[in-house]
C-alpha cells in the first residue's frame, strides 16, 4: 500500500483481548499489563501506583502494514507504546530525503508524549501488524507524579521519603541530594548514598521485581554541599530476575558504586532458623531524644557537660530508635535496636526498601568499636562496603528490630554482622559491613619559637 494512501486503522470493535495479551505471557491480564508498562524506560521512574493505574486506563489499537497510525500535523489521541510489530517514523512527503526513515521503532518504544501541543510532529507508519497500547490524554497527570514515590501531593509525606527521592534528569539518569534538615556528618552519610543508589535503580525495573539483595563499596567520601548523580547500567533483564549497577558520582568523579538484584515474587520452599532475641517492646524503651533530655535534667552528670550539650546542635534523625541495653553493655561487640520511619510513608515496597536500606547504616560500623572503648579515646570510621539480602516485604514505618553483631577487628578494619527482625519475630533482611576503624591521629601543638 502507498503511504499517502494508508489511512489511520482505529481499533477493531471489540479486540481480541485474549490474542493480544498473550503475547504479554502467562498470568492475570491486568498484572501482566502492569508487567509490560514496567518494561518501558519512560514509565519505570513513576510510583508504583500510578503504573498500576495506567494499566487499568490503557487501550489497544491494532494497524495493518501500511496504516497511519499518527500524521504530521494531525492530533493525536494520546501516549502511543508499541506492545507488538514495528513502525516507521518519517519526515512528510515534501521534506527532503523524505524516502529515507528517520528511524524505526519496536516494542517498548513510545510517541505521542513530550509535544508542545497536542498536534504530531512526524509521521508513524505501521511497518508490519503492530500492536500499540494508548493513554488516552485525559490521563496524562499520571505521566507526571508529584515525587517518584507518590503520585499526589501529600503534605504528610516523610522526611526519609523527601530525602530518598530523586530528580529523573534523563532515562537512567538521577539527582540527589542532602536536605538541609537532614543529619549530616563530615562527608554524605553512607546509608544516604545506599538508599538513593537503591531507589535509583529500583526506578529502572519494572515494579512488580522487588530488590533482594544488594551489594555496595565506598570509594570517597562524598560532599554534602553538592549534588549527586546517579547513572544507573542496566547489567541484565530477565523474566524472574534484573540486574543493575549504580554509579554515584559527585564532580565527574565515582564516590560509590552499588550492585543490586531484582526479583519477581514467586512461590517456594520456606524456613527461618533465625530466632529474634527476646527484648523489650519498643513501648517500654526511651528514644534518643527522650534520652538526651533525661541527660541534660540528671544531676549525676557534671553541670559543665550539661550545660554544653543543652548548647550543643540536635538534629532529630528521620529514624526513631529505641536501644534495648542501658549503658553498661556499650562493651559488648553487640548492639540490638528497635527503629522505624519517623512520619508516614507512601505505600510503595520499593521506597520501604530503600528505608531500611538507609536505616542499615546507622550505628552499624560503630559495634566494632565497643570493646575498645575507653575514656578519652578519638576513633575514626569509614564505610567500606556494605550487604543486604531481603528475604521479606517490609514495612519500615513499624517497629523493626537491628540485631548487630562485631565477630572481628582487625587491621584497621572492623566486621559487623546484622539481622532485622519484624515485631512478629519474622527475619526481614540479613547484612554485612566491613569498616575502617582507627584511631584518632592528634596533632601535634604547633612548636614556640625560641626567639
Same mark, same amino acid.
Given at each position: 500500500?502507498?503511504?499517502?494512501?494508508?489511512?489511520?486503522?482505529?481499533?477493531?470493535?471489540?479486540?481480541?483481548?485474549?490474542?493480544?495479551?498473550?503475547?504479554?505471557?502467562?498470568?492475570?491480564?491486568?498484572?501482566?499489563?502492569?508487567?509490560?508498562?514496567?518494561?518501558?524506560?519512560?514509565?519505570?521512574?513513576?510510583?508504583?501506583?500510578?503504573?498500576?493505574?495506567?494499566?487499568?486506563?490503557?487501550?489497544?489499537?491494532?494497524?495493518?502494514?501500511?496504516?497511519?497510525?499518527?500524521?504530521?500535523?494531525?492530533?493525536?489521541?494520546?501516549?502511543?507504546?508499541?506492545?507488538?510489530?514495528?513502525?516507521?517514523?518519517?519526515?512528510?512527503?515534501?521534506?527532503?530525503?523524505?524516502?529515507?526513515?528517520?528511524?524505526?521503532?519496536?516494542?517498548?518504544?513510545?510517541?505521542?508524549?513530550?509535544?508542545?501541543?497536542?498536534?504530531?510532529?512526524?509521521?508513524?507508519?505501521?511497518?508490519?501488524?503492530?500492536?500499540?497500547?494508548?493513554?488516552?490524554?485525559?490521563?496524562?497527570?499520571?505521566?507526571?507524579?508529584?515525587?517518584?514515590?507518590?503520585?499526589?501531593?501529600?503534605?504528610?509525606?516523610?522526611?526519609?521519603?523527601?530525602?530518598?527521592? &530523586?530528580?529523573? *534528569? #534523563?532515562?537512567?539518569?538521577? %539527582?540527589?541530594? +542532602?536536605? @538541609?534538615?537532614? $543529619? !549530616?556528618?563530615?562527608?554524605?552519610?553512607?546509608?544516604?548514598?545506599?538508599?538513593?543508589?537503591?531507589?535509583?535503580?529500583?526506578?529502572?525495573?519494572?515494579?512488580?521485581?522487588?530488590?533482594?539483595?544488594?551489594?555496595?563499596?565506598?570509594?570517597?567520601?562524598?560532599?554534602?554541599?553538592?549534588?549527586?548523580?546517579?547513572?544507573?547500567?542496566?547489567?541484565?533483564?530477565?523474566?524472574?530476575?534484573?540486574?543493575?549497577?549504580?554509579?554515584?558520582?559527585?564532580?565527574?568523579?565515582?564516590?560509590?558504586?552499588?550492585?543490586?538484584?531484582?526479583?519477581?515474587?514467586?512461590?517456594?520452599?520456606?524456613?527461618?532458623?533465625?530466632?529474634?532475641?527476646?527484648?523489650?517492646?519498643?513501648?517500654? &524503651?526511651?528514644? *534518643? #531524644?527522650?534520652?538526651?533530655? %533525661?541527660?541534660? +535534667?540528671? @544531676?549525676?552528670? $557534671? !553541670?559543665?557537660?550539661?550545660?554544653?550539650?543543652?548548647?550543643?546542635?540536635?538534629?532529630?534523625?528521620?529514624?526513631?530508635?529505641?536501644?534495648?541495653?542501658?549503658?553498661?553493655?556499650?562493651?559488648?561487640?553487640?548492639?540490638?535496636?528497635?527503629?522505624?520511619?519517623?512520619?508516614?510513608?507512601?505505600?510503595?515496597?520499593?521506597?520501604?526498601?530503600?528505608?531500611?536500606?538507609?536505616?542499615?547504616?546507622?550505628?552499624?560500623?560503630?559495634?566494632?568499636?565497643?570493646?575498645?572503648?575507653?575514656?578519652?579515646?578519638?576513633?575514626?570510621?569509614?564505610?567500606?562496603?556494605?550487604?543486604?539480602?531481603?528475604?521479606?516485604?517490609?514495612?519500615?514505618?513499624?517497629?523493626?528490630?537491628?540485631?548487630?553483631?562485631?565477630?572481628?577487628?582487625?587491621?584497621? %578494619?572492623?566486621?559487623?554482622?546484622?539481622?532485622?527482625?519484624?515485631?512478629?519475630?519474622?527475619?526481614?533482611?540479613?547484612?554485612?559491613?566491613?569498616?575502617?576503624?582507627?584511631?584518632?591521629?592528634?596533632?601535634?601543638?604547633?612548636?614556640?619559637?625560641?626567639?
Amino acid at each position: 500500500m502507498d503511504r499517502e494512501e494508508g489511512k489511520a486503522a482505529p481499533a477493531q470493535s471489540p479486540p481480541n483481548l485474549g490474542a493480544i495479551l498473550a503475547n504479554l505471557g502467562p498470568g492475570c491480564h491486568w498484572c501482566a499489563v502492569t508487567e509490560f508498562l514496567g518494561q518501558v524506560p519512560l514509565l519505570q521512574c513513576l510510583p508504583g501506583s500510578s503504573i498500576r493505574r495506567i494499566a487499568e486506563v490503557v487501550q489497544i489499537k491494532r494497524y495493518e502494514p501500511g496504516d497511519y497510525v499518527a500524521r504530521e500535523g494531525e492530533p493525536v489521541d494520546g501516549l502511543y507504546i508499541i506492545l507488538d510489530g514495528q513502525a516507521e517514523v518519517s519526515a512528510s512527503a515534501n521534506a527532503e530525503e523524505a524516502n529515507r526513515p528517520d528511524y524505526v521503532l519496536n516494542k517498548y518504544d513510545y510517541f505521542g508524549y513530550g509535544t508542545n501541543s497536542s498536534d504530531h510532529q512526524v509521521n508513524v507508519v505501521a511497518l508490519s501488524k503492530l500492536t500499540c497500547f494508548i493513554l488516552p490524554n485525559q490521563y496524562g497527570h499520571l505521566l507526571q507524579p508529584k515525587t517518584i514515590w507518590n503520585a499526589e501531593e501529600t503534605p504528610e509525606h516523610s522526611l526519609l521519603e523527601r530525602i530518598l527521592h &530523586l530528580e529523573p *534528569l #534523563e532515562v537512567d539518569i538521577f %539527582r540527589g541530594f +542532602t536536605l @538541609p534538615e537532614a $543529619p !549530616t556528618f563530615r562527608q554524605v552519610f553512607g546509608g544516604q548514598l545506599i538508599g538513593q543508589a537503591l531507589a535509583a535503580a529500583s526506578k529502572t525495573v519494572d515494579c512488580l521485581k522487588m530488590v533482594h539483595s544488594l551489594h555496595a563499596i565506598f570509594l570517597v567520601a562524598g560532599d554534602n554541599n553538592m549534588p549527586i548523580i546517579y547513572q544507573v547500567h542496566r547489567a541484565r533483564d530477565g523474566s524472574s530476575f534484573a540486574t543493575r549497577k549504580v554509579e554515584a558520582k559527585q564532580k565527574g568523579l565515582v564516590i560509590f558504586t552499588l550492585i543490586a538484584s531484582f526479583q519477581k515474587e514467586e512461590v517456594g520452599f520456606d524456613h527461618q532458623a533465625a530466632i529474634m532475641p527476646n527484648v523489650p517492646p519498643p513501648e517500654q &524503651l526511651l528514644n *534518643l #531524644e527522650e534520652i538526651r533530655e %533525661r541527660r541534660l +535534667t540528671d @544531676p549525676r552528670f $557534671p !553541670t559543665q557537660y550539661r550545660n554544653l550539650a543543652a548548647k550543643k546542635k540536635f538534629t532529630p534523625w528521620p529514624i526513631e530508635m529505641r536501644f534495648c541495653e542501658d549503658s553498661a553493655s556499650q562493651h559488648k561487640p553487640s548492639l540490638n535496636y528497635w527503629f522505624r520511619a519517623r512520619g508516614k510513608l507512601s505505600d510503595d515496597q520499593a521506597l520501604h526498601r530503600c528505608v531500611v536500606a538507609y536505616a542499615s547504616d546507622l550505628l552499624y560500623s560503630g559495634v566494632s568499636l565497643n570493646p575498645h572503648r575507653e575514656k578519652g579515646l578519638k576513633t575514626y570510621s569509614l564505610s567500606l562496603d556494605h550487604s543486604i539480602w531481603f528475604h521479606k516485604p517490609v514495612k519500615a514505618d513499624d517497629w523493626l528490630l537491628y540485631v548487630i553483631e562485631s565477630p572481628s577487628a582487625h587491621g584497621g %578494619r572492623g566486621f559487623v554482622t546484622g539481622r532485622m527482625f519484624n515485631r512478629q519475630g519474622e527475619l526481614i533482611m540479613s547484612l554485612t559491613q566491613e569498616a575502617l576503624i582507627r584511631r584518632e591521629k592528634t596533632r601535634e601543638p604547633n612548636p614556640r619559637p625560641k626567639l
